[in-house]
């Protein structure tokens, strides 16, 4: 067995603005034991490659893979799996960083917890003006269809995931999203694994125009392929769920158009989603939603 207790699994593609941050705070853990650090670098056309170089040349733990072309976000992930050592996965975005005791923080939790497979970190979030806050995550209910349902409101959100490594043999990456791969993931590590929640924040999730899923023509192809890829996966008890989450994600994609100024498309998916679930009626961020795009026509 590897003497690496955690591998951190950075996909990046052209972010080296942020790149060096990140890296910086991984390298200053208080954690005394041993860790690897892995960035897959996703076919960048910046200088992050320079700044990888630099970086490979003080940092000892860091390892630098690339793809030659860019794949996205789950294939650079699925690459970092298939190399990691640790027996425990962090995954880090290229512009989020990790605060100093994190590691230490999540070694203390596994000792205490040592049957959990998922870690779930509270984060701070931090704004394009750099407004701090702290994003607070509900307890694990021990009920699973409760608790995933939790996640499909967003309550896990924002946070960090620690994976016990052998479990990411029954999961990899959807590669055919370019977004949402995440909420596909660990959906299924909540609803199939043991979880915990570390209520100490051991991150700061930085929010940018820049992230993908700001782009609308990425999250439109992607909203409902992530829910419907799964449920595939789930248990049937999992099953009445199903028509919930594809309303989210309807009334998701209807913000989105609203937006951008596109009433009428946004309208249509607002109804979609009532058809699919219509207490989503009940729902006051969505009836909100529902009558300023009503009042646009």
């Known amino acids: 067995m590897s003497n690496i207790f955690f591998s951190i699994v950075i996909p990046t593609y052209n972010r080296a603005l942020f790149l060096s941050t990140t890296l910086e705070s991984l390298s200053n853990q208080t954690y005394q034991g041993e860790y690897e650090i892995i960035v897959v670098d996703d076919g960048s056309t910046d200088n992050t490659q320079k700044i990888l170089e630099k970086w490979i040349k003080k940092e000892s733990r860091l390892k630098v893979v690339r793809h030659k072309i860019n794949k996205g976000a789950a294939s650079a992930r699925n690459t970092g799996i298939s190399i990691a050592k640790g027996q425990y996965l ?17 070694e203390k939790k596994i000792k205490n917890h040592p049957e959990s497979e998922v ?12 407004k701090i806050r702290k994003l607070t995550i509900p307890n694990i209910t021990g009920n699973k269809v409760s608790d995933l349902k939790n996640f499909i409101d967003g309550k896990f959100s924002g946070c960090l995931y620690l994976v016990k490594k052998e ?7 959807p590669e ?18 043991k979880v915990f929640p570390v209520k100490t924040a051991v991150g700061i999730i930085k929010d940018h125009p820049d992230r993908l899923r700001y782009k609308t ?8 392929a992530s829910v419907n890829l799964l449920f595939q996966k789930l248990p049937q008890e999992f099953q ?8 989210k ?3 998701e994609i209807g913000g989105k158009l609203y937006q951008n100024g596109k009433y009428k498309e946004a309208f249509e998916y607002l109804n979609q989603a009532i058809k699919i679930y219509p207490k989503i ?10 009558l300023k795009t009503c009042f646009r026509f």
């Open 281 to 290: 009626l009940l729902n006051f961020k969505f009836l909100k939603k529902y």
């Open 176 to 193: 055919s999203l370019k977004v949402r791969e995440d909420f596909v993931i660990r959906g299924w590590w909540i609803a199939l694994h």
């Open 217 to 224: 023509e990425f999250y439109l192809e992607s909203a409902l």
């Open 240 to 247: 009445k769920l199903y028509p919930y989450a594809k309303a």
């Open 90 to 106: 962090l995954f880090l975005d290229s512009d989020d960083r990790l605060l100093p005791e994190a590691l230490k923080i999540f």
């Open 119 to 130: 870690f779930i970190g509270a984060t701070f979030k931090e704004n394009v003006k750099g």
């Open 167 to 173: 479990i990411l043999s029954y999961h990899t990456f």
């Open 249 to 251: 994600a309807y009334m």
